[in-house]
């Protein structure tokens, strides 16, 4: 693999499985599945660009709440690496591990009641994440970045009439030769009758204090997706979502043509709680 082809193929994972909150959104929002409750997503992960692609399958996120504001987070994947111009093109092992807590600090309900509950017209959330290597040969491999790194991200979100709105801003403290990089993600859309959801996302990743004469990474994209229950009980739940790059793909941008997330999402309570005290 070339320097500047494999620089690309290391910027794309903390796209996904840095960043990716969620699901099957890249970016995050304060919600959290509830006290003693499961939510537990599994699926596939990719993205590509002409000179090279990235996917996680399967990508498992376990997420698990103690109390109505706290979210205990571990996410794994099993990571494959496509580089086009290496003459073995296709590399995979098992990936970094992702540990979080998500501590929603502020909600303020609204009046109006549903499922015999109070929605939450507005909340914010800190979400800490911390990114460990495996003892496996994937970093020797080049299939994923070295760690431990950092994430410290900020999350929002807010109801307004029919249109539910999410934001996420962050930034990754990284290892040594990994630059840090800044994130934001803005999802807006609705959720319809018998937990239906569609959702827009704007989502954004770029590089910091790169050192003169270094390819600054980016990623910048537009993607549509949602989630719609399969099971009468809404417990199980059909997630995905896919989108493209804002920003033409070149060799030293790491800029992905496309991006796509399809799953399954598990729910020990019937549905993703907007939280109730």
């Known amino acids: 693999m070339n320097r500047t082809a494999r620089g690309a193929a290391l910027f794309i994972f903390p796209a996904f499985a840095l960043a990716q909150g969620g699901p099957p959104f890249l970016s995050d929002d304060p919600d959290t599945p509830g006290n003693r409750h499961w939510e537990i997503n599994t699926g596939f992960l990719g993205e590509?660009?002409?000179?090279?692609?990235?996917?996680?399958?399967?990508?498992?996120?376990?997420?698990?709440?103690?109390?109505?504001?706290?979210?205990?987070?571990?996410?794994?994947?099993?990571?494959?690496?496509?580089?086009?111009?290496?003459?073995?093109?296709?590399?995979?092992?098992?990936?970094?591990?992702?540990?979080?807590?998500?501590?929603?600090?502020?909600?303020?309900?609204?009046t109006h009641v549903k499922d015999g509950e109070r929605e939450i017209k507005f909340s914010a959330s800190v979400y800490p994440q911390l990114?460990?290597?495996?003892?496996?040969?994937?970093?020797?491999?080049?299939?994923?970045?070295?760690?431990?790194?950092?994430?410290?991200?900020?999350?929002a979100n807010a109801k307004l009439r029919w249109l539910r709105i999410s934001g996420e801003a962050g930034y990754w403290f990284t290892s040594k030769g990994v630059p840090n990089t800044v994130i934001r993600g803005v999802v807006m859309g609705h959720e319809f009758r018998k937990d239906t959801e569609v959702y827009l996302e704007f989502y954004d990743q770029q590089d910091v204090?790169?050192?003169?004469?270094?390819?600054?990474?980016?990623?910048?994209?537009?993607?549509?997706?949602?989630?719609?229950?399969?099971?009468?009980?809404?417990?199980?739940?059909?997630?995905?979502?896919?989108?493209?790059?804002?920003?033409?793909?070149?060799?030293?941008?790491?800029?992905?043509?496309?991006?796509?997330?399809?799953?399954?999402?598990?729910?020990?309570?019937?549905?993703?709680?907007?939280?109730?005290?």
Not at 61 to 73: A, C, P, S
Not at 131 to 152: D, K
């Open 48 to 110: 590509r660009n002409p000179f090279l692609g990235y996917y996680e399958t399967p990508n498992i996120d376990m997420n698990y709440g103690v109390g109505e504001r706290i979210q205990l987070k571990y996410e794994l994947p099993w990571s494959i690496q496509e580089t086009r111009a290496d003459p073995r093109p296709i590399a995979a092992g098992l990936g970094n591990s992702l540990l979080g807590v998500k501590y929603r600090f502020f909600q303020r309900h609204s």
């Open 131 to 155: 990114l460990l290597n495996n003892p496996t040969r994937s970093v020797a491999r080049g299939i994923v970045e070295t760690g431990p790194q950092f994430l410290l991200p900020v999350e």
């Open 209 to 277: 204090r790169v050192p003169a004469g270094v390819p600054k990474f980016g990623e910048t994209t537009l993607g549509l997706g949602g989630r719609i229950p399969i099971v009468r009980q809404h417990w199980l739940r059909l997630i995905g979502m896919g989108g493209h790059g804002l920003v033409s793909a070149t060799p030293s941008n790491g800029q992905p043509s496309w991006i796509a997330y399809v799953g399954i999402q598990f729910l020990s309570d019937r549905r993703r709680r907007h939280g109730d005290e």
